[in-house]
T-cell receptor, first 114, second 114 residues
């Protein structure tokens, strides 16, 4: 099993540009989670999906952030326009079924907005 | 809202010393999970505890779930330099369904001096 695959691994962009982060969950996992990690705030849940449906997006910072899961094998997190305070490591994770099973995290995307 | 607190925030030990991190939840948990994140890496699932008073071991690591299912601990015997990293506990969000989300503690950063 290839695990959870995220791309790109690193992204450097200028303020105001659109950024798209991608995630391929483990096949057969029904739940997908997007997290952001910073030194100051730790691991923050942004949004999660069950069976491709967004369940809770209360962690999405503001309207500049959006996430989609068009099918069971692909999800995107988009930031438009990006700001320097969005700089962080963004992790995607999947699990067979919500919080009753351990999450498998991807390697993350380190985003730097200058 | 639900909080999952971990102490200590940092722990520095000499190689060979023992290490313990504690996790406390403001609500009763259906399960508690532990993750390890190496420096520059992503969180990796270690174990899940479900039963009140449960104790599980993985080589030098011992995990406990409190009788009231509101606290947990991770103990490492005779630390090695390979144990370096951040240890997170996580519990299902209060009031959530089995499809719900995990709330992560802030983590304990462990450094081991050779």
């Amino acid at each position: 099993d290839a695990g959870v695959i995220q791309s790109p691994r690193h992204e450097v962009t200028e303020m105001g540009q659109e950024v798209t982060l991608r995630c391929k969950p483990i096949s057969g996992h029904n739940s997908l989670f997007w997290y952001r990690q910073t030194m100051m705030r730790g691991l923050e849940l942004l949004i999660y999906f069950n069976n491709n449906v967004p369940i809770d997006d209360s962690g999405m910072p503001e309207d500049r952030f959006s996430a989609k899961m068009p099918n069971a094998s692909f999800s995107t997190l988009k930031i438009q326009p990006s700001e320097p305070r969005d700089s962080a490591v963004y992790f995607c994770a999947s699990s067979p079924r919500g919080s009753n099973y351990g999450y498998t995290f991807g390697s993350g995307t380190r985003l730097t907005v200058v | 809202g639900q909080q999952v607190m971990q102490i200590p925030q940092y722990q520095h030990v000499q190689e060979g010393e023992d290490f313990t991190t504690y996790c406390n939840s403001s609500t009763t948990l259906s399960n508690i999970q532990w993750y390890k994140q190496r420096p520059g890496g992503h969180p990796v699932f270690l174990i899940q505890l479900v039963k009140s008073g449960e104790v599980k071991k993985q080589k030098r690591l011992t995990f406990q779930f409190g009788e009231a299912k509101k606290n947990s601990s991770l103990h490492i015997t005779a630390t090695q330099t390979t144990d370096v990293g951040t240890y997170f506990c996580a519990g299902p969000h209060a009031g959530g369904t089995s499809y719900g989300k995990l709330t992560f503690g802030q983590g304990t950063i462990l450094t081991v001096h050779p």
